[in-house]
Structure formats: C-alpha cells, structure tokens
C-alpha cells in the first residue's frame, strides 16, 4: 500500500482547504448578491425589484369585499364596477343577504362560514364582492366601504321608503303614502324611521357581527369599529368625497378599478331620493343632544381625517406618489448586504 509523505500529505490538505474557502466565498457571495437584489429598490425609479416585485404580482387578481353600508351612494358606486367587467376582465358578485323582518346585515354562522369559503378557493379573480353585510374576517381580501354623514344618511332613508327614487321607478317603497316630514315626524315622534337609534348603522356595519355592535350607544362598538378600520380595511371613503375615493381606489389596485375615474366623472346620479324636504334647526338640535348622534359622528370624523390623510399622501396630480423610502446600511450574517 502506498504511503504519503508528511510533505505530500500537507499539500493535499491545503489544497482541499482552499477548494472549500472558494465553494463557501461563493455561496456567500452569491447570497450576498441575491438579498441585495431584493433590497435594491432605486431612488428615482417606481419600478422596484425581487420582493417588492413579487407584491406587485400578487395585486395582479386581487379579491374586494364591499361591505356596503344602506344609503351612502353604494349603487352609484357598484355601477361603476359591472361597467367593468369587459374592460377589466374582472367578476362582480353581489351578496345578497336579505332576510325577511330580520337584520340582513347579520348573518349565521353557516353562511359566513360558506361565504368564506366560496370568496377564498372559488378562484374567480380578480374579483369585487358586494352586499349589505357586517364586516367579519376573510383571509387575504381588500375589505374597502363608504360611509356618510350620519345625519344626512338617516334623512335620505326616511324619504326613500315613502318616495322611492330615480334608479327603480315607480316601484312603491314600504311606507309609500306616509307624507309626514322628517321635521314632523321628530316633534311627534310618530316613526322609528326618523328615530336616534335609527342612525345607529355605520359603526356596526364596521364593528362586525357580534350582538354588542348593534346595542344603540355602545362605547364597546365604536370602538371595536375603529379597530377594525384601521386592522382591516384597505381603504374606507365617504360619500361626500366619492371620487377622490375611487381615484385613490383605481390608482391603487388598477387591475379591477382602472377606468373607474373617468366612468365616475360622466356618470349620472343613480339612486337619488325621488322627495325631501328642508330640515329645520330644531330638529338637528333634537337630535344631536343625544350620546347616539355624538358616536356616530365620531366614527364620521374619525374616518373623513383618516382618509384625507391617506389620499393627501398617496395621490399627487391625479397619480400615485412618487416612492418616498429606500433601504440602506443592510447587514447580515455575511457581513455587509447594501451599503
């Protein structure tokens, strides 16, 4: 059996650790190269790369939920969506949840269940979910909605179940016939309809689908209703400022929105209240003395600040603004990444 040397032994040694050094300085410095391509977004550039790339991609077939809140311009909104549909190649699916003399917006278990389930693994992407509905968790979704001032919504509501309006003619609503004024109907407090507890509606559509949202004054609901904005909606517009609403929505998700802006702007008004008449002072001072009014526009406040402060931020002359972070000074187990 031949026999190495001491010398000739060394050599050999030496030489294997040298292959090794180079396969590891490779891989480091392969891997080095691949987390530097995901970080190395450019400063004067929107086209970022690797992992922000990989995001992009993902909005490719995105998945709305629109859990639209009763008066608040929701039709005028949604017809915009079906004139999309060629355009877009997207699917709009309306959910309806009616229930006669219960509240539709409350679902049962088995429904939400189901309801889930077809949003998530139907597969028909991208696509716009709607229906008068409380907000209950879907995993990866864009839940967005609309809101109104509260005591205008509440108005709109008493005149369109006695007048009807302009999208469904001469369909008679359930208390055609009644021509009782707001105004008299809150100094003779002879209608729920024009009711305080009757405004108690946008907080829990957002709060969700526990009993406690729907308790009248419920310092718990307003609450859990900002929570929820702030956990999961992407986006929550008001009526009074609709198109910057859908300007922020196409410019952000283009797959399913783009060309929304410009239908919004030629688009004449849908659903609108066929009668109403002039409110009197003392009947929002009525009103407004109570702890229901207080809440209702505190969640009003609360989303009109938030969304201005969104749009103001996001939207520069019509387009998204311009990228405004980058990543530096990135190290890792290899020493230094991105200088």
């Not at 077939?61 to 005028?76: F, G």
């Not at 507890?197 to 310092?219: D, R």
Request: proline share 4%.
């Amino acid at each position: 059996m031949a026999r190495f040397s001491p010398v000739t032994g060394l050599i050999v040694f030496l030489v294997v650790l040298v292959f090794l050094l180079i396969i590891d300085l490779h891989s480091k410095s392969s891997t080095a190269k691949s987390l530097k391509d995901r970080f190395s977004f450019s400063e004067t550039s929107n086209n970022p790369s690797s992992l922000a790339k990989e995001f992009i991609n993902s909005l490719d077939n995105p998945i709305i939920v629109y859990n639209r809140v009763p008066k608040t311009a929701s039709t005028a909104f949604t017809h915009l969506l079906y004139d999309l549909t060629q355009e877009n190649s997207i699917y709009v699916i309306h959910v309806n949840t009616t229930v006669p003399k219960q509240n539709a917006a409350i679902m049962s278990l088995q429904d939400k269940m189901l309801l889930r389930q077809n949003i998530t693994t139907w597969g028909l992407t991208p696509a716009f979910y709607h229906g008068h509905f409380a907000f209950f968790d879907v995993p990866n979704v864009f839940w967005i909605n609309l809101i109104r001032n509260p005591f205008d919504r509440l108005v709109s509501n008493y005149y369109f179940l006695r007048y009807g309006d302009n999208f469904r003619k001469g369909l008679l609503r359930s208390k055609n016939g009644d021509t009782t004024t707001f105004n008299e109907c809150v100094e003779k407090e002879s209608s729920k309809d024009c009711s305080i507890q009757k405004m108690w509606v946008q907080i829990p559509y957002f709060c969700g689908q526990v009993a406690a949202c729907w308790e009248p004054g419920s310092q718990w609901a307003l609450d859990r209703a900002k929570q929820n904005v702030l956990e999961h909606y992407f986006l929550v517009g008001t009526t009074e400022n609709l198109s910057q609403f859908v300007e922020v929505l196409e410019n952000e998700i283009p797959a399913i929105f783009k060309g929304s802006y410009e239908k919004f702007l030629r688009q004449d008004p849908i659903r609108k209240t066929n009668h109403k008449d002039e409110i009197t002072e003392e009947t929002k001072a009525k009103l407004s003395n109570t702890r229901i009014w207080r809440m209702e526009f505190d969640f009003y406040n609360f989303i009109v600040k938030n969304f201005n402060l969104i749009y103001t931020r996001s939207i520069t002359d019509g387009k998204l603004t311009k990228k405004n972070f980058f990543y530096e000074k990135i190290y890792g187990p290899s020493g230094k990444i991105v200088k």
